[in-house]
């Protein structure tokens, strides 16, 4: 999996009209924020029947999620891959979103509270 400013931008854009908000600057910030928080809640609350309720029956979650998310969640939910793999690709995923994001010149904050472990 390989997150490029394209795609990074696309699931930008995603969250932004889930939310009904739109333009450059902090709002880009934000998005960027929730899309890191969603593959940290995810990577540390793994449960194949969680992430079958939360993220792939779960229509609403669907329409916000970074597809390749959805895709690696929907894997590990059916069985095809075990725990460690997903949190590995979910922490490969964030540091290439991280990535994009610097590229792209966004700064999302992190959330203090979903760093503690």
């Excluded at 854009?13 to 709002?27: A, D, H, N, W």
């Excluded at 809640?41 to 969680?50: F, H, Q, T």
């Excluded at 059916?78 to 590229?103: C, H, M, P």
């Amino acid at each position: 999996m390989k997150i490029t400013q394209e795609k990074a931008k696309e699931d930008l854009e995603k969250v932004l009209e889930r939310f009904g908000t739109v333009g450059p600057g902090s709002e880009m910030d934000r998005a960027a924020q929730m899309i890191l928080q969603m593959l940290s809640v995810a990577k540390n609350r793994l449960d194949p029947e969680l992430a079958r309720m939360i993220y792939v029956d779960n229509e609403e979650a669907k329409k916000m999620l970074p597809e390749m998310v959805l895709e690696l969640m929907t894997q590990y939910a059916d069985g095809k891959i075990n725990e460690t793999e997903v949190k590995k690709t979910l922490s490969q995923l964030e540091e290439e979103y991280k990535r994009a994001f610097n590229q792209m010149g966004y700064k999302p904050q992190t959330s203090y509270a979903l760093a503690i472990r």
